[in-house]
């Protein structure tokens, strides 16, 4: 079976070029090895041209100028693994597929969009060391929430909430506020284990029912 498609003619004493039909078996750090068969090369390096990544098995179009001349893999032809391939870009970026996946490999990523980007996907995950998020407008609609945080520090010039139901539980709670701080509920009930002590300056309880104080000793003044 005769491999070779077409010699082109180079100017001056340049050997011709010819194209040839290869079969990678293996590959020697950036040399992609071939076998012997007919006329081709034993050996070629990827063109820049060539983006997909060739894999042993797969067929590929090789330009080859001579003995002594370097080959240069231009296309891959046809693929032994269809369901997977790396699409290598300069610059050590690349772009794997493998099953309907997509992987990009890169020191950097940047997308801008002069619009909208929108990102739509049944998971999302994101794991990073350090992150940054800055918005003018931030709208969320979360149906269920779990976190875990280390320390959390925020400062707010203003926060409005509305919540069915509140549970907290913490091990030691401190606030600090240094105006007012007001509470209007249905009903308050607070169980203290230990001790309880309360100081103020002025100190006023009113109501217009029943006021009782139940101890085993009450001291006053």
């Not at 070779?4 to 070029?17: E, N, Q, S, W």
């Not at 076998?35 to 070629?44: E, F, S």
């Not at 069915?164 to 009930?189: K, P, Y």
């Amino acid at each position: 079976m005769n491999r070779t498609l077409v010699t082109i003619a180079r100017p001056g004493d340049d050997p011709a070029v010819q194209l040839t039909y290869a079969t990678v078996t293996g590959r020697a750090d950036r040399w992609f090895l071939f076998d012997a068969a007919g006329r081709a090369p034993l050996r070629a390096l990827r063109a820049e041209s060539c983006l997909v990544e060739p894999e042993c098995g797969d067929t590929v179009l090789v330009a080859a100028s001579g003995a002594n001349a370097i080959s240069y893999v231009l296309a891959v032809l046809a693929r032994a693994q269809p369901s997977s391939a790396a699409l290598v870009l300069p610059g050590d970026v690349a772009l794997h597929t493998d099953r309907g996946a997509l992987r990009v490999e890169a020191d950097s990523v940047d997308m801008k969009a002069a619009r909208s980007l929108t990102m739509q996907a049944p998971e999302i995950a994101m794991t990073g060391v350090r992150g940054e998020i800055t918005f003018h407008r931030m709208e969320a609609a979360i149906q269920q929430l779990q976190g875990r945080f280390g320390a959390v520090s925020t400062v707010a010039q203003q926060i409005t909430s509305t919540v069915g139901r509140l549970i907290q539980r913490a091990r030691d709670s401190v606030r600090r506020i240094d105006n007012a701080d007001e509470t209007h509920a249905g009903r308050v009930r607070m169980h203290v284990e230990e001790r309880m002590h309360v100081s103020a300056r002025h100190a006023t309880i009113l109501a217009e029912g029943q006021v009782k104080i139940d101890a085993d000793k009450i001291d006053l003044g």
